[in-house]
């Protein structure tokens, strides 16, 4: 049984149809790569597959882990196991990057963590992001720079340990130091948490160091083409003209 | 999946809203007459002066009209309150000695631990008169005197009282100011001599506990050259179906070089109307800093006021207003700067749910002779739902141009990508939703003591409860 499994999805953002007809289907610790030239619908994939209420599911079903999760709310859809890393994350004055994470670990799990657990494996992965540790104690991604803030959705990907991830243009705006940096954070949640991905670019700088199993085109809308890893390297070379 | 769903506003408040049977109290009838008037002066063992102080004081409340530019306050008719309430207690210096009702009162408030943690001096009033009061040795030691008015009026401070009572708030201000001077009750009195640095807070609890009452206690603070003091000012009622009344007023003297802070929490109970009134006035050099939570109350006109009359004073107004169904609360802050190098800075939150209006009201004023002033305005409202409403109405009356003025409004929503953004984190809406509000929040609750801190949270999540669904 796949851990994620979309069916016939079509989403609508207020009256316009945006994806139509799409069906993926994900195993467990499987990397799946989401591709497509801007405009696609790549990212309404992503907003609807995490619950966002403007994204509408107009037909089709999703299940995670066997139930289906159409119907659900976002942070149901957390708990059962699913993470975004956003786009654009968004800035939350009044609550630090530390005692947030702890606070969603302990709203997901209904655990209390240990606190010298906790600032331990903080503390070890925000230096395999080579992640400032200062910022743990600033308010959530308030005045981050664009690098910052994707390295602080992937810091909370590692803490949160999701089952399934999706990372939403996470190498969009980011240097090449940075996007090796962030890398190595999604290749250590690959490994180490045995965790599956859907990501979503429309370059491939991010996945130079990855494994990928499997490569999905959306274009207008629709999945025109899907194949392994190998279909990266094709895009590469020729862009997504002959799927227009 | 089912959602929780809590109706708020009288449910979750218990920890304000229980009261106690009011027995064997005396109280004077309902109404404002001369004669009532008299019988409060009498029973309050009042001086002349001060007997005379308030016949006049009656006077000018018959005179002046009800504010017509601000809430409706129609809903309250002075015949239906009762003005003074006496609990069945002398004051007591010993927590001990307080009767054992008023006393479950202030323990189920949190106020003797408070004191006991992180405070220098405490008074507790009981509706119309102070029942606990303690001041710690070494801050005595020091000369600071912290009392209640009524010892204050007829003690070895009468004169000092008499040169300062609503000298800063006169009877003539307003409607409300005229009746407080008519009829006001209990209240503290505190005076810092020279120099006297006190490093922990004063605080003062006012519980009204008796319905349709109102309360009217009268606070003056004279903190002299080069001295400092915080006082801490909680304020709470449970809620009856007949209106309550308060109009307290507090008088802040801030002497050369002196520094005051003064923090409220206010949280009156939702059929209350709070038309309170609270000024200073700064000598060269002093600093005022207000911070301001309101939360209670029916409806509420409050707008500390700071007199910037000597050169380099400077005053600080930082607060925080959350109305939920059935609230109007009209606040902000009032600043004049009259002399050299003043500086004001206005910093206010404000958060309205379930159909509460609130509304920012200041005024800034900077005269001919303020050459050289700073002022700054800044404030931001909250809108959690569509039905509530949120106001801005700044003034300015600037009438030098040597001085700069800087003035930023802004009025939003809670943001639906926000919320959900956190909720993609495993928090549920509601909690999503009183984070945002807490963040919002985050700037004032930094200003407060840490129990107040806490406390200001507590409320923002009882608030947030339920205001889904």
Redesign the interface.
């Known amino acids: 049984m796949a851990l994620l499994e979309i069916k016939d999805l079509c989403v609508a953002v207020e009256d316009n149809e945006i994806l139509k007809d799409i069906s993926i289907s994900i195993g467990k610790g499987e990397t799946h790569v989401l591709m497509g030239p801007n405009g696609a619908g790549k990212s309404t994939l992503g907003n609807a597959l995490?619950?966002?209420?403007?994204y509408r599911v107009t037909k089709g079903r999703i299940f995670f882990n066997g139930l289906d999760i159409k119907d659900?709310?976002?942070?149901?859809?957390?708990?059962a196991g699913m993470?975004?890393s956003?786009q654009n994350?968004?800035e939350?004055?009044?609550?630090s990057l530390s005692s947030?994470i702890r606070?969603?670990i302990i709203?997901?799990t209904g655990q209390k963590i240990k606190l010298t657990e906790f600032r331990k494996s903080l503390s070890d992965n925000m230096k395999l992001l080579s992640f400032d540790s200062a910022y743990k104690d600033r308010?959530l991604n308030v005045g981050f720079s664009g690098g910052e803030k994707k390295k602080a959705e992937i810091l909370?990907m590692l803490m949160?340990k999701p089952k399934f991830a999706i990372l939403d243009e996470t190498d969009s705006g980011l240097d090449v130091d940075a996007v090796r940096t962030v890398s190595e954070g999604i290749r250590e949640y690959q490994k180490q948490k045995d965790g599956a991905l859907l990501i979503i670019t429309h370059s491939t700088r991010i996945l130079d160091s990855l494994s990928v199993d499997r490569t999905h085109i959306l274009v207008k809308g629709r999945i025109v083409a899907s194949g392994d890893g190998s279909l990266v390297d094709e895009v590469n070379l020729n862009g997504f003209e002959k799927y227009m | 999946m089912e959602k929780e769903r809590t109706e708020v506003d009288e449910l979750d408040r218990s920890i304000y809203d229980f009261r106690y049977e009011e027995k064997d109290f005396y109280r004077v009838r309902e109404g404002l007459t001369e004669e009532i008037v008299l019988e409060i002066s009498k029973e309050k063992n009042d001086p002349e002066w001060m007997r005379k102080k308030r016949l006049e004081a009656l006077k000018i409340y018959n005179e002046l009209k009800v504010p017509d530019w601000g809430p409706d306050i129609s809903g309250l008719n002075i015949d239906d309150i009762v003005t003074y309430v006496r609990p069945n207690t002398a004051m007591k210096g010993s927590w001990d000695e307080v009767p054992e009702d008023i006393k479950n009162t202030f323990e189920r408030l949190g106020i003797p631990q408070a004191e006991r943690k992180s405070l220098a001096g405490v008074g507790a009033q009981y509706d119309s008169e102070l029942v606990y009061h303690n001041v710690k040795d070494e801050v005595s030691e020091l000369g600071v005197v912290y009392t209640d008015m009524e010892s204050a009026l007829t003690g070895e401070y009468e004169q000092m009282v008499r040169d300062h009572f609503m000298k800063l708030v006169p009877p003539t201000d307003h409607k409300f100011a005229a009746l407080h001077g008519a009829v006001w009750s209990g209240g503290s009195f505190v005076y810092v001599p020279p120099g006297v640095r006190v490093d922990i807070p004063l605080q003062s609890y006012f519980r009204l506990n008796a319905a349709g009452a109102g309360q009217f206690e009268h606070t003056l603070i004279i903190v002299s050259e080069g001295a400092e003091l915080h006082f801490i000012e909680g304020c709470s009622a449970p809620k009856y179906n007949v209106a309550n009344l308060h109009a307290g007023c507090v008088e802040l003297y801030v002497g050369k070089n002196a520094k005051l802070r003064y923090s409220t929490i206010e949280n009156w109970s939702k059929n209350m109307y709070n038309l309170n009134t609270k000024r200073a006035i700064c000598e060269e050099g002093g600093i005022i800093e207000w911070i301001s939570g309101s939360f209670g109350s029916h409806v509420s006109y409050l707008y500390p006021s700071s007199i910037l009359k000597g050169d380099d004073s400077h005053a600080e107004f930082t607060g925080i207003t959350f109305a939920g169904s059935g609230q109007n609360l009209d606040t902000g802050a009032k600043m004049v700067h009259i002399g050299k190098r003043t500086s004001s800075f206005i910093n206010t939150k404000s958060i309205s749910k379930a159909g509460g209006i609130s509304t920012y009201r200041s005024s800034v004023i900077i005269t001919e002779g303020a050459v050289d002033s700073k002022a700054s305005v800044s404030c931001a409202s909250l809108m959690l739902d569509d039905i509530s409403r949120s106001d801005t109405v700044p003034a300015m009356d600037i009438r030098t141009d040597r001085a700069d003025v800087g003035h930023e409004a802004k009025i939003g929503r809670i943001s639906d990508d926000a919320v959900f953004y956190l909720m993609s984190r495993g928090i549920p809406e509601e909690d999503a939703k009183a984070m945002i509000v807490s963040g919002f929040a985050d700037p004032v609750s930094k200003e407060l003591p840490l129990e107040y801190a806490v406390e200001m949270n507590n409320l923002i999540q009882l608030e947030m409860k339920g205001a889904i669904g």
Do not use: V
Request: proline residues 13%; neutral net charge; aromatic residues 10%.
């Open positions: 995490m619950g966002n209420p403007s659900e709310s976002p942070d149901r859809r957390a708990k993470f975004m956003f994350p968004l939350i004055p009044g609550i947030f606070n969603a709203l997901q308010d909370q949160l």
